[in-house]
Nanobody, 123 residues
Framework: QVQLVESGGGLVQPGDSLRLSCAAS????????IGWFRQAPGKERERVSC????????YYADSVKGRFTISRDDAKNTVYLQMNSLKPEDTAVYYC????????????????WGKGTLVTVSS
């Protein structure tokens, strides 16, 4: 059974850091592009970052470039999103999603989705 489980969200202050994890089971994550998406209250879902299959490529939204880093640990079948210098506008539910044999993460064509983890940035 294919499953993606996000963890690592929480309440932090502006300027703090968090590391989100996306643990994959039922498939080898390296064969998939894994993306991080977020949705804030009242806003559309936004693609934040993506790592292509076999780490062929990475993508970052302009709003997070230089602050967020995506990485993959094949031994743990897990993809991480290191988030530094967090801002209140980063507050959202963060989802990871997977697309088989892809180097990109098209928002409306991902194969599998996790249930999300909430990140709240507030003083």
């Amino acid at each position: 059974q294919v499953q993606l489980v996000e963890s690592g969200g929480g309440l932090v202050q502006p300027g703090d850091s968090l590391r989100l994890s996306c643990a994959a089971s039922g498939f080898t994550s390296r064969s998939y592009a894994i993306g991080w998406f977020r949705q804030a209250p009242g806003k559309e879902r936004e693609r934040v970052s993506c790592i292509g299959r076999s780490d062929t490529s990475t993508y970052y939204a302009d709003s997070v470039k230089g602050r967020f880093t995506i990485s993959r640990d094949d031994a743990k079948n897990t993809v991480y999103l290191q988030m530094n210098s967090l801002k209140p506008e980063d507050t959202a539910v963060y989802y990871c999603a997977a697309k088989l044999f892809s180097i990109s993460c098209p928002d409306r064509a991902m194969d599998y989705w996790g249930k999300g983890t909430l990140v709240t940035v507030s003083s």
